[in-house]
């Protein structure tokens, strides 16, 4: 028997992925009307306006799929709620770098991850790196620029 795999994220997450699926499904009638217009103008094999709004319509379809599988195995996770000694998911961890400069992480998943924002993906190779480390542990990561070293300098459930 398979079982289904949990996808963790936050509460905003799961509002994003809610909101977006609501944008595509109000697209529907949109791009029906504009395969019925294209179907009017007569020969489909070469209507490139016909080929266009079929294409969105796929991609449109698969994007509702995907989110609604997304949104079925969710587990939304409050940060707040965590505690403990350990990085974890939703954990904001603030790191050393070679240079003991601090830098700030979230730990999210993977829709939610923006490392522009501090926020990173637990599949990610830092999140990876992190998940299970204690404050004063010493963090290796080979990311696609080379080897990085951090230090868990603190770790905050907020």
Do not use: C, W
């Amino acid at each position: 028997m398979a079982t289904v795999e949990k996808m963790p994220m936050l509460q905003e997450g799961y509002e994003k992925l809610n909101a977006d699926l609501k944008r595509l499904k109000a697209e529907r009638p949109t791009i029906v009307d504009a395969i019925e217009e294209a179907r009017a103008h007569g020969d489909l094999s070469e209507n490139a306006e016909y080929h266009a709004a079929k294409e969105r319509q796929g991609q449109i379809e698969a994007s509702i799929s995907d989110i609604e599988d997304k949104l079925s195995r969710a587990q939304i996770i409050d940060p707040r709620d965590l505690s403990g000694d350990k990085v974890v998911f939703g954990a904001t961890v603030t790191l050393l770098d070679d240079d003991d400069k601090p830098v700030r992480y979230q730990i999210v998943g993977q829709t939610e991850a923006d490392a522009r924002t501090g926020r990173i993906s637990y599949n990610s190779p830092l999140g990876r790196a992190l998940i299970g480390r204690r404050v004063d542990d010493d963090v290796e990561v080979t990311v696609p620029s080379g080897d990085r070293y951090y230090q868990v300098a603190k770790i905050e459930f907020i």
